[in-house]
């Protein structure tokens, strides 16, 4: 079982950055896809970003594409995720998630696809 625990989130104003961290226990993350989402009060959990495990491939939300950047450092068992010019709606809870499991295709968006959560981290973006 692996254990991931995010850095503290924040609050920033519309316009600005925060990058956000996420440390992985328990196994080695060498093969291991790992992911972000996040959750807006009273929404779905939805998928921010995902890396596979060689880090060739980076996928993102739409909604995220040139404003977020996911990267991954297997040496420190952690895995990024750099956001800028935040908007109010990209405020939630960010969670990261891992999984052994093939996730091109569609089905890094899914999360159903992860076997281990990280209990999150708040990011608030004020107008």
């Known amino acids: 079982q692996v254990q991931l625990v995010e850095s503290e989130g924040g609050s920033v104003q519309a316009g600005g950055s925060l990058k956000l961290s996420c440390v992985a226990s328990g196994r080695t993350i060498r093969t291991l896809n790992l992911a972000w989402f996040r959750q807006a009060p009273g929404k779905e959990r939805e998928a921010v970003a995902a890396?596979?495990?060689?880090?060739?491939?980076?996928l993102y939300a739409n909604s995220v594409r040139g404003r977020f950047t996911i990267s991954r450092d297997n040496s420190r068992s952690t895995s990024y995720l750099q956001m800028t010019t935040l908007k109010p709606e990209d405020t939630g809870s960010y969670y990261c998630?891992?999984?052994?499991?093939?996730?091109?295709?569609?089905?890094?968006?899914?999360?159903?696809?992860?076997?281990?959560w990280g209990r999150g981290t708040q990011v608030t973006v004020s107008s």
């Open positions: 998630a891992e999984t052994g499991d093939v996730i091109l295709g569609g089905r890094w968006s899914d999360t159903r696809a992860y076997d281990s």
């Open positions: 890396i596979t495990w060689s880090a060739n491939s980076a």
